[in-house]
């Protein structure tokens, strides 16, 4: 720091220091940080759980474990994967840093509210970790809980919905924060229609977040109460309906895929336009095609029970529904291809990663029509062809758009540069290993291998072994990506404030940002969120 | 230097708007929370006509009746409070606050001895009547507990908001100006009122 340059405001790393300075902090970007640093280490949890399931599927018979262990192992990476990693991934960490910074404000509307939302989430996270050491361990009923198994089996079924419920209400709390944070801190001048995309997918998703999460929330704890008072509201055996539990348990986890989708989409969204530095193209089809996905979204649960009790109008009904998603989701990705012809394309890594989420994605989203079309669904249903479909979803689509965003943001969270030659070779390892490990997968389902088994039949073998190969790569990728980070962090190049020319909010401040993000008043540029003035063709 | 500097639309400024919002917003996933629970009653009342109406005969409607008078006027009472402060009248807010709360006290009582006849029946789940009852009463007593359990709950909840907010009128911090704390008990209190109007009908009424 020289002495010719006004004097510089601390940034948020140095305003305050010490542990309590953290757990408490009602910053907006600290807490970001917090869920950073917790949804990251329990996604190497899931991680290694993964790892762990595909070894075993290295051979036919048993090779590391037992079937019973398998189950809970199976479970435990579906729970710590679905409520602990990817629901809160991008809001929790990215909208909490970036929201407010990308509208020009200095925290969400709610701080305090914010903070409680994270020692929920840490709560929640606890009551998952002790399934561990209590009775007889995680449950092994899949992350589903589907009744009457969750109802009678022996395992800790009513901790871990317990902690499934506290998730929710985490997760209801931040949806709830941002909604307000939207509506009422925009910078002057930005109207909705001014706001950056990712701003967008994130207002559909709390949106999404709000209403759906009470009904599993209302679910679990009848689960909770059917364990504890043996009432039978689910398990037929003493006059329950098992299909109602399906119902309710879908009408939230279905558009709980939106929650995990819809803000990798806003990624998506800010990393094409910065780095072929031209204006979206189609941004307000982009920005309603998001509250569309949201609002079909609650209208589909029905596809998951096509094979398990439906009546046949109602089946066609969800069927054709299904297929209504795929429509606004067609339109981000021909509006993402389209803003990349003729831009001034910049090779970086997050770009690398938005395309390889577009190509995983339209893998996972056309297996998801073979799902959802009727007669197909009859043949595929519960095999591998499900499991390779949702991870090329959830980790090709999400997970790949979280390490992208991660990328794109390093700089401006820690003031460094990562090193792109290694960022680029985790890129190339995270995603070949990735193509490795699920696409067989699809083609195991086909052939008819059912998913959630230790074993399976001799001429799988061939099959299993690439993809458990594959997972190794993937794992390889991962721990330089992450060491590349750590390291960078460290050791890194001091970056610019705006290394990628980007001109969204976010880039007017200092990197890291000061305490209370801008030091003077944000300008919006004119014409629109993305609206690079140098561009060719602008 | 800029350290004064601070953003016109701070997260950090008093905003009655948006705590109203936020207000509006969480009851809307408190009503859903509920939904849930009317949807399984509306589907095992379908299943379980003749059962459900077997047992809705043993609660007692003159009780569930005088909780609903007590429940509709205890939500006047409140609303009228937050009149009351808007026109400055600090001292009759605070006392139709505690009109609210004495009602809400009222109702939890009726509520236990509504509770405790059941359970001097062995209607309670678990219990050795309860368990050689046909299925049907077994899961419309069990709704019954759950549910009015849980509204039960919210009231406990609503009171204890109620309290907290007249604390800060009587320290000024709520005050003429500045009501949206006592306005969102107040919206608060009236979904404890809004869902009990669904309840009493649903259990005590239809026949």
């Known amino acids: 720091m020289t002495a010719a340059t006004t004097v510089e405001q601390p940034n948020f790393f140095q305003a305050k220091r010490g542990l309590f300075s953290w757990i408490f902090t009602l910053d907006h970007k600290r807490i970001g940080l917090l869920y950073l640093y917790s949804v990251g280490s329990f996604f190497l949890v899931g991680l290694t759980l993964g790892l762990l399931m595909r070894l075993e599927l290295l051979n036919p018979g048993k090779d590391i474990m037992e079937a019973q262990t398998y189950n809970q192992v199976f479970t435990l990476h579906g729970v710590i994967m679905i409520f602990l990693f990817i629901i809160p991934s991008i809001p929790a960490v990215f909208g909490n840093f970036f929201l407010p910074l990308m509208i020009g404000t200095d925290d969400v509307a709610f701080p305090r509210l914010n903070l409680f939302s994270w020692w929920l989430y840490v709560l929640g996270a606890l009551f998952a970790l002790s399934t561990l050491v209590f009775g007889d361990g995680p449950a092994d009923t899949g992350w589903t809980f589907y009744a009457p198994y969750s109802v009678n089996t022996t395992t800790n079924v009513s901790l871990s919905v317990m902690a499934a419920l506290v998730l929710g209400f985490s997760s209801i709390l931040t949806g709830l924060n941002f909604i307000v944070t939207i509506h009422r801190l925009r910078t002057p001048g930005m109207g909705f229609n001014q706001m950056p995309l990712f701003a967008w997918s994130l207002y559909a998703t709390s949106w999404i977040q709000l209403l759906a999460t009470p009904v599993i929330g209302i679910t679990l704890l009848m689960i909770f109460a059917e364990r504890t008072f043996g009432v039978g509201l689910f398990d037929p055996s003493i006059g329950g309906d098992p299909i109602l539990y399906q119902h309710m348990f879908w009408i939230y986890s279905h558009p709980a895929v939106y929650i995990m989708a819809l803000p990798a989409m806003g990624i998506v969204s800010e990393l094409i336009p910065t780095f072929a530095q031209r204006t979206i193209f189609g941004y307000k089809a982009i920005a309603y095609s998001s509250m569309a996905i949201a609002f079909i979204g609650y209208f589909v649960w029905g596809h998951h029970m096509f094979t398990s009790g439906m009546s046949g109008p109602a089946a066609v009904i969800f069927s054709i529904l299904t297929f209504m998603v795929a429509i606004p989701t067609a339109i981000k990705v021909f509006n993402w291809v389209a803003t990349l012809y003729k831009g001034s394309i910049v090779i970086e890594i997050p770009l690398l990663f938005a395309l390889a989420f577009i190509f995983n994605f339209l893998i996972g989203g056309l297996t998801g029509l073979v799902l959802g079309a009727l007669a197909a669904d009859v043949h595929v249903h519960d095999t591998y062809f499900v499991v390779g479909h949702f991870h090329y979803v959830m980790f090709g689509g999400t997970g790949f758009a979280f390490m992208g965003a991660m990328h794109y943001w390093f700089p401006k969270i820690w003031g460094k540069m990562y090193n792109k030659l290694w960022a680029g070779i985790a890129f190339a390892f995270v995603f070949i290993g990735f193509n490795v490990l699920y696409f067989p997968m699809f083609i195991l389902g086909i052939m008819g291998m059912p998913r959630r088994y230790y074993d399976y039949l001799p001429e799988f073998h061939p099959l299993n072994m690439i993809s458990t190969y594959g997972s190794w790569i993937l794992a390889a990728g991962i721990v330089i990506m992450i060491v590349n980070l750590i390291v960078s962090k460290r050791k890194g190049e001091k970056a610019a404030a705006n290394p990628w020319n980007g001109i969204t909010l976010e880039w007017q401040t200092s990197s890291p940002p000061p305490l209370h993000n801008f030091d003077k008043m944000p300008e919006l540029p004119e014409g629109g969120p993305y609206n690079y003035p140098n561009a060719k063709n602008a | ?207």
């Not at chain 2, 005969?57 to 409140?78: C, D």
């Not at chain 2, 009149?83 to 009726?110: C, E, H, N, P, Y």
Request: avoid cysteine; charge should be neutral; glycine fraction near 8%.
């Open chain 2, 1 to 207: 230097m800029n350290h004064t500097f601070t953003l016109p639309n701070s997260g950090h400024n008093f905003d009655a708007k948006a705590s109203k919002l936020g207000m509006w917003l969480f009851l809307y996933t408190e009503l859903l929370l509920f939904g849930g629970l009317f949807l399984v009653y509306m589907v095992y009342r379908y299943l379980n006509q003749e059962a459900f109406l077997e047992a809705s005969y043993e609660l007692n409607v003159w009780m569930g009746g005088i909780n609903t008078v007590i429940l509709l006027t205890s939500s006047m009472t409140i609303a009228m409070s937050i009149t009351a402060l808007q026109k400055g009248d600090k001292k009759l807010s605070v006392t139709l606050q505690w009109i609210t709360i004495a009602a809400a006290l009222a109702f939890l009582v009726i509520k236990y001895f509504e509770w405790g006849a059941k359970f001097e029946h062995g209607l309670f789940p678990g219990m050795e009547h309860y368990n050689s009852l046909p299925v049907g009463e077994r899961l419309y007593y069990y709704l019954y507990f759950f549910m009015t359990g849980l509204h039960a709950l919210h009231v406990i909840v609503g009171g204890v908001f109620i309290m907290v907010v007249i604390k800060k009128v009587e320290n000024g911090s709520v005050n003429q100006k500045r009501y949206s704390l006592l306005e969102n008990s107040g919206l608060y209190w009236h979904l404890v009122d809004l869902i009990w109007i669904y309840l009493f009908p649903l259990f005590y009424l239809i026949h």
